[in-house]
């Protein structure tokens, strides 16, 4: 079935450092990607997203480059600030009709950013 | 605009009991899904609704349960409380459903309600 596979954490990073977080996933077709972020104690929030292949999303210098033929989703930022400390998960929506209103998510990765 | 609101924030019940949670989407939005959160399993979907019906399940034991109402609001009802119960849940909402073979409508989160089950 439709998965999503994350880096494992914590990643632990220095300020103004280069963040890569890992993201692939497995389904049929050409699914919705998405980073959500997830700060302590909150819900959820949309990060950015993808819609098709070589798409980039970008959001708060964050991006993400929806990569069909590697079936990747990589999240980066050219430098973290320790208000980036949280947890970042990616998602999917399958492409089939019956399925769109369920997002898949990865298992989440932690991020702290020390100052 | 208000964002999606879940009420209460925190239950407690004990094992065997039954709860009811209620999220109200974004004004204008008709889509409501309900995603359970825990250490161990993660993030997962438990139901979708969409003008009253409920149009897509995940794989949940029957006790648990929702409903939509008219104006969009949606309940999540669960039986029989399992200590295994205890977890955030979430609530998200969409402007529509889209009809085609790809749904780029974008979900939009609550806070959660934080249910513990002793």
Redesign the interface.
Known sequence: GDSVTQMEGPVTLSEEAFLTINCTYTAT????L?W?VQYPG?????LL?A??ADDKGSNKGFEATYRKETTSFHLEKGSVQVSDSAVY?C?L?P??????????????TELSVKP | KAG?T?TPRYLIKTRGQQVTLSCSPISGHR?V?W?QQTPGQ????LF?Y?SETQ??K?NFPGRFSGRQFSNSRSEMNVSTLELGDSALY?C?S?KK????????????????TRLTVL
């Open positions: 077709g050409y699914p919705s998405f959500y909150e819900g959820l929030q949309l997203k819609t098709k998960f998602a929506i492409p089939i009709y019956n399925q769109g209103g369920k997002l898949i998510f990865g298992q989440g | 999606v879940q889509s899904s995603y993660g993030l997962q979907f979708e969409f149009r897509n995940g979430l998200a969409s459903r889209d009809r085609g073979p790809v749904s780029t409508d974008t979900q939009y989160f609550g806070p959660g």
